[in-house]
T-cell receptor, first 114, second 109 residues
Framework: ETGVTQSPTHLIKTRGQQVTLRCSSQ?????VSWYQQALGQGPQFIFQ???????GRGNFPPRFSGLQFPNYSSELNVNALELDDSALYLC?????????????FGPGTRLLVL | TQLLEQSPQFLSIQEGENLTVYCNSS?????LQWYRQEPGEGPVLLVT?????EVKKLKRLTFQFGDARKDSSLHITAAQPGDTGLYLC?????????FGTGTSLTVIP
């Protein structure tokens, strides 16, 4: 186990709804990254938070937004859900931001949009 | 858009065989990582390579970073059923990690 937890584990929503996914990072880690992993593909970077500030964003529309809290836990919010948003959403926490940075991934939240 | 292409996409081999997985890109990365992901779990880091031409060995796994830091390979010797999983490479550019398309490995006892 990595110490990174995510909730919920599974979620079913309908198109147009909004969803909030949560991530508790490993103790002492100040950086959280969120990824979307479609079935049969590698994870795609959504954004990263470092000490409560967004610190980089991938090629995702603004309806994907996030927060990082003072305890370094994080939320991913997705508005106006689309069918293509169905995927496994992974968060990863890390501390050392050098080249040898190690990301510890949670088990993910599987989102199904109907 | 996936900047890193992995090959093969699927691999099914007998226990005891050797295999190599490739990770290729036209982009230069400051470091490259390999992960293994099992069903229902997040990826788990296997290794990080930083220097062009670097070779790292972890028991039966050998990782190599290309001289130009654009590509990498993972070689497994004498594969075991416990090696079964999805192998992902990830290149770092700035503070972003770009993951490859993945190689699904099945080792048959």
């Amino acid at each position: 186990e990595t110490g990174v937890t995510q909730s919920p584990t599974h979620l079913i929503k309908t198109r147009g709804q909004q969803v909030t996914l949560r991530c508790s990072s490993q103790s002492g880690h100040n950086t959280v990254s969120w990824y979307q992993q479609a079935l049969g593909q590698g994870p795609q970077f959504i954004f990263q938070y470092y000490r409560e500030e967004e610190n980089g964003r991938g090629n995702f529309p603004p309806r994907f937004s996030g927060l990082q809290f003072p305890n370094y836990s994080s939320e991913l919010n997705v508005n106006a859900l689309e069918l293509d948003d169905s995927a496994l959403y992974l968060c990863a926490s890390s501390f050392d931001r050098g080249l040898a940075e190690t990301q510890y991934f949670g088990p993910g939240t599987r989102l199904l949009v109907l | 858009t996936q900047l890193l292409e992995q090959s093969p996409q699927f691999l099914s081999i007998q226990e005891g065989e050797n295999l190599t997985v490739y990770c290729n890109s036209s982009s230069v990365f400051s470091s490259l990582q390999w992960y293994r992901q099992e069903p229902g779990e997040g990826p788990v880091l296997l290794v990080t390579v930083v220097t062009g031409g670097e070779v790292k060995k972890l028991k039966r796994l050998t990782f190599q970073f290309g001289d130009a830091r654009k590509d990498s390979s993972l070689h497994i010797t004498a594969a075991q059923p416990g090696d079964t999983g999805l192998y992902l490479c990830a290149g770092r550019s700035g503070n972003q990690f770009y993951f490859g398309t993945g190689t699904s490995l099945t080792v048959i006892p």
